[in-house]
């Protein structure tokens, strides 16, 4: 069964870091690309950023390009999020997601976990 | 003006079908891209419903109904997902999703309720 789980995720100050954490398992971890997506309160889904299976790929949204990193420990079947320079706008429900495979690994997002809640607040 | 426009909101009853559009920004070519559709109920995940290109080139995600189904509306240069013999366990929030210039993008979604 494949599971993913986000941790990390904490009340922080305007202008704090946090990093978030992902564990998979129940698939070959290094096979497969990885997203982060967040939900802020009561809105939509905005995506933030991709990662290839062996990190030789990777993308960042806008609203996060230069504050936000993500990374990857395929030995350690884990998804990383670096977060820099926080905001109260960040302040959302962080997902990670497995993307699907082959051509759609930066498209098909068939697998999320269960998030972690990021409060950015004084 | 965004990538991807959805209406806010959409109502059907049981049984009936309901039609969401998910609309290209003005001059982006419909035909380019592969148009994703996620449904996520209250409470609950998002979950990968379908993607669809074309006729030939569309997928069904695992376990979603063949009552869901993709299109493409040239005329309004709008991606679409349609359900038909809607059930109460549909009412979710719907969000369309595409890869434009090296992001992925979702549009802001629609919530369907069933009445």
């Known amino acids: 069964e494949v599971q993913l789980v986000e941790s990390g995720g904490d009340l922080v100050q305007p202008g704090g870091s946090l990093r978030l954490s992902c564990v998979a398992s129940g698939f070959t971890f290094s096979s497969y690309g990885m997203h982060w997506v967040r939900q802020a309160p009561g809105k939509g889904l905005e995506w933030l950023s991709y990662?290839?299976?062996?990190?030789?790929?990777?993308h960042y949204a806008d609203s996060v390009m230069g504050r936000f990193t993500i990374s990857r420990d395929n030995a350690k079947n884990s998804l990383y999020l670096q977060m820099n320079s926080l905001r109260a706008d960040d302040t959302a429900v962080y997902f990670c997601?497995?993307?699907?495979?082959?051509?759609?690994?930066?498209?098909?997002?068939?697998?999320w976990g269960q998030g972690t809640l990021v409060t950015v607040s004084s | 003006q965004p990538v991807l426009t959805q209406p806010t909101s959409l109502s059907a009853s049981p049984g009936a079908s309901a039609r969401f559009t998910c609309t290209l920004r003005s001059g982006m070519n419909l035909d380019s891209y592969r148009i994703y559709w996620y449904q996520q109920k209250p409470g609950s995940l998002p979950r990968y419903l379908l993607r669809y290109m074309s006729d030939s080139d569309k997928h069904q995600g695992s376990g979603v109904p063949s009552r869901f189904s993709g299109s493409k509306d040239a005329s309004t240069n709008a991606g679409l997902l349609l359900i038909s013999g809607l059930q109460s366990e549909d009412e979710a929030d719907y969000y369309c999703a595409i890869w434009y210039s090296s992001t992925l993008i979702f549009g802001g979604g629609t919530k369907l309720t069933v009445l």
């Open positions: 990662i290839s299976s062996s990190a030789s790929t990777i």
């Open positions: 997601a497995r993307g699907g495979e082959g051509s759609t690994a930066k498209t098909l997002l068939d697998y």
